[in-house]
């Protein structure tokens, strides 16, 4: 017989597992769709993917954004270590917490991220000023959604087949590589 997951208990036997279970180390779990796979990615403004990361479905995004950020590596054209810090990041209301900002805060970028509505509330009702957000650079966030859009044109990606992360991982590297291409 053959274990997926060790923390699951008994083996499968080949079916999926029972309702309301996942595989966590497989980047697979339950949402609303059914069972899915994550994408976390970080791209420049020309829509090239830099670092991604797999999760499983019900993984919130914003647990997700300092391992991807710590993946990002550009090569210098000159000798000299690789770039690891981007000038300036934006992101949806997914990402709006006071972890993430003191994180890019503490690293030196700056950030345009749109605060929830509950964080707003908040703010007023503690009479403390709300975050100012660079509207100007957040409309540019949609070239993460176009890089998504340009890496689900691959089937293999839009519809996952792979039943390991790993091997899902390979074709979503290939996707990443080929928007490199010119």
């Not at 929830?116 to 959604?145: K, P």
Request: hydrophobic residues 30%; positive net charge; contains cysteine.
């Amino acid at each position: 017989m053959h274990r997926l997951d060790h923390s699951t208990g008994p083996p499968t036997c080949g079916r999926g597992p029972k309702r309301g279970r996942s595989w966590p180390d497989e980047a697979i779990g339950r949402s609303r769709g059914g069972l899915t796979t994550k994408i976390h990615l970080a791209c420049d403004g020309q829509g090239r993917p830099l670092a991604f990361t797999l999760t499983a479905g019900n993984v919130n995004d914003c647990t997700q954004f300092e391992s991807v950020m710590a993946r990002i590596r550009i090569e210098r054209c000159r000798p000299g270590r690789p770039r690891t810090r981007p000038d300036r990041v934006g992101v949806d209301k997914g990402y709006s917490s006071t972890k993430i900002r003191a994180y890019l805060r503490r690293r030196g970028v700056k950030a345009a991220i749109p605060e929830r509505i509950d964080q707003i509330n908040g703010r007023i009702r503690r009479g403390e000023s709300l975050c100012r957000l660079n509207r100007t650079a957040y409309r540019r966030r949609n070239v993460v959604e176009r890089c998504f859009n340009r890496l689900k044109h691959n089937k293999a990606l839009a519809t996952r087949y792979d039943k390991r992360a790993r091997h899902y991982e390979a074709p979503v590297t290939l996707a990443c590589l080929r928007l490199w291409l010119p």
